[in-house]
Nanobody
Framework: QVQLVESGGGSVQAGGSLRLFCTGS????????MGWFRQAPGKEREGVSCISWSGGVTYYADSVKGRFTISRDNAVNTLYLQMNSLKPEDTGMYYC?????????????????????WGQGTQVTVSS
């Protein structure tokens, strides 16, 4: 049974930082594209960032580019999202997701269609 478990969310003031974690089990972690998505109340889920199975390719939504950094450690089945200079509009539930290894582009990686497994989410709240 595949499980993705997110952690690291919390409440911070604008300008602060958080680091999110996603630990996978029941899958060969290093064979999967990994992505971070978020959903704010009343809004659609949006792609934040994604990373290739090796970690060599990353993509970011324009809204987070330069502030967020995605990384992974396949040896410990963990995905990370370092979030700096947080803004109130970054508030939402953050989900990690895993997609079987395939061609990765900005459009493919930041869209939800390719992702087979999803975590339950971790809440991030940024106050002004």
């Amino acid at each position: 049974q595949v499980q993705l478990v997110e952690s690291g969310g919390g409440s911070v003031q604008a300008g602060g930082s958080l680091r999110l974690f996603c630990t996978g089990s029941g899958l060969t972690f290093g064979e999967y594209i990994m992505g971070w998505f978020r959903q704010a109340p009343g809004k659609e889920r949006e792609g934040v960032s994604c990373i290739s199975w090796s970690g060599g390719v990353t993509y970011y939504a324009d809204s987070v580019k330069g502030r967020f950094t995605i990384s992974r450690d396949n040896a410990v089945n963990t995905l990370y999202l370092q979030m700096n200079s947080l803004k109130p509009e970054d508030t939402g539930m953050y989900y990690c997701a895993a997609a079987p290894r395939q061609m990765l582009t900005y459009k493919i990686g930041l869209g939800p269609k390719i992702y087979k497994y999803w975590g339950q989410g971790t809440q991030v709240t940024v106050s002004s």
